[in-house]
């Protein structure tokens, strides 16, 4: 068994040891590498002390000193270097009290959370396994280090990053730890939103978003996605679908690519379906006006998770208008004003995700849906083609000119600009400025016409 571990890090372990320290690579680098897939970062344990490690290498960060932790800056990259610890007490169950520094390996592994977790690795002395972690990583399971019961009472983060681990690696979790997780669910209301969230977005972005029904079975998302229990619970009993809303949300979640934005989007995309379910006289459900109840919904959610604002603007922006088009009678100039309100450099967005909508859902008029799709596409395209006007920026004219009409600056330059605007997405060879002056001055006419109107009442 032999890891390549890239230079920078054989250089910290080298230096550690020529000043009498032991020093390994430890944890996801060693998990990772053993699998063949490229670790996120490597780490460094190790039987100094913080203030031997910060003495030995001249530019450190220090990370987490009270835990043990020094960031070593090599070549612009820092590598967290941390002293073998046993953690103390845990009376919260998120974090010890307090930390022990060790001077044995073995203590330091056994405070790790999982058995494919707990392994290290140093060039000249191999693989130190205690816990069997390379045989639970042949047999794809997730196994806590020690008594589950005890782990899962310690951190009820692990509940989380199990179930993180399982869909990031196509593992399933080993009964008993399963078990002990079912136990302290209720625990997770002590874990912050910031991990939650780490954790739960490497799930959603993972190969196997599909873990998501894990999540559910073990109540774990009644515990921090409630939202996402009512869409497993309501049915869709229409033909276009052959599932509940919640199996379908997956479904195009596996269907769309593994960011952040395009998979929250597709766990939110039908939020609002639970809200709006109506069951017509012949027993068909309908999900009227789904995507603009779901909007808010989904941006709650998002907000309590903590997400960053350009993710949830992103996510909302399409899971308000995933439906658009839909319908297959959208015209040209009602696909213009579509894009006028949406963006049209958010389109391939909003594909990606029709498309896996459409993937998600029963074979009933598959060809239909797609040629509604293909007419949209050629909409787009051709919308790009002879560049047609969808915001005020684009117009042929802009508020200097308009002034010289006389038009004041203020609320009825707005007017007359949204006009304008209206005036280009119904004809795109509107756009001229003669065009649009001449329309303009029928604008304004047609105003002091409203405001007489008015006046004279
Ligand atoms: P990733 O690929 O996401 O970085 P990782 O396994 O490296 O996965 P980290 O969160 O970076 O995960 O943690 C590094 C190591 O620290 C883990 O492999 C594990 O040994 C240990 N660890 C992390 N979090 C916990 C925890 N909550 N309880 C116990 N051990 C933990
Ligand atoms: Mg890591």
């Known amino acids: 068994m032999k890891i390549i571990i890239p230079g920078d890090v054989l250089w910290i372990l080298r230096k550690l040891n020529e000043a009498g320290h032991e020093a390994y690579v430890v944890g996801g680098c060693v998990r990772d590498s053993l699998l063949g897939r490229t670790p996120n970062d490597w780490d460094i344990t190790t039987s100094a002390e913080p203030m031997e490690v910060k003495a030995l290498f001249r530019r450190t960060i220090d990370t987490g000193l009270q835990h043990g932790t020094v960031t070593v800056m090599n070549h612009g990259t820092g590598y967290e270097v941390t002293t073998y610890r046993v953690d103390g007490d845990y009376s919260d169950h998120r974090r010890p009290e307090s930390v022990i520094f060790s001077k044995n390996l073995a203590d330091d592994l056994m405070r790790r959370d999982f058995t494919i977790n707990a392994m290290a690795y140093h060039p000249e002395q191999g693989l130190v396994d205690l816990y069997d972690g390379m045989k639970d990583m042949e047999e794809h399971v997730i196994r806590t280090v020690g008594e589950p019961d005890a782990r899962f009472d310690e951190d009820a983060l692990r509940i989380l990053r199990a179930v993180r681990f399982a869909a990031q690696l196509g593992f399933s979790i080993e009964a008993a730890t399963r078990a ?29 978003p599909e873990e998501m029904e894990e999540l559910y079975d073990l109540g774990i998302t009644a515990r921090i996605l409630p939202e996402f229990d009512r869409m497993m619970e309501t049915p869709q009993n229409t033909p276009y679908h052959y599932t509940d809303v919640g199996h379908h949300t997956i479904a195009v979640m596996q269907h769309v690519s593994p960011t952040k934005v395009m998979r929250y989007a597709a766990l939110l995309h039908d939020v609002g379906k639970p809200v709006c379910r109506a069951t017509d006289a012949a027993g068909v459900d309908h999900f009227k006006k789904h995507p603009i109840v779901g909007e808010p919904i989904a941006r709650e959610i998002l907000k ?18 995933h439906d658009f088009g839909l319908k297959g009678d959208l015209t040209e100039a009602g696909f213009r004003r579509g894009m006028s309100k949406m963006g049209i450099e958010h389109f391939p967005e909003y594909l990606e995700i029709r498309k896996a909508d459409t993937a998600g859902q029963s074979d009933y008029r598959q060809a239909e849906k797609q040629e509604v799709l293909d007419h949209v596409i050629r909409m787009y395209e051709k919308t790009l083609e002879e560049k047609a006007p969808l915001v005020i920026r684009d117009l042929a004219a802009g508020g200097q000119d308009l002034k010289t009409l006389g038009v004041p600056a203020g609320p009825v330059m707005g007017q007359v600009l949204q006009h304008l605007l209206d005036f280009v997405l119904t004809e795109p060879a509107r756009n001229t ?25």
Do not use: M, Y
Not at 180 to 208: F, G, Q, Y
Not at 306 to 311: A, R, S, V, Y
């Open 304 to 321: 309590r998770l903590k997400l960053d604002n350009k993710t949830i603007e992103n996510a909302c922006r399409l899971v308000l208008w």
């Open 180 to 208: 002990a997780i079912r136990n302290h669910v209720d625990d997770l209301a002590h874990v912050s939103v910031e991990r939650i969230e780490t954790e739960l977005t490497k799930l959603i972005c993972s190969p196997h």
């Open 433 to 457: 400025k003669e065009q649009l002056l001449r329309e303009t001055e029928n604008f304004l006419k047609q105003l002091a016409r409203q405001e007489e109107g008015n006046s004279g009442e």
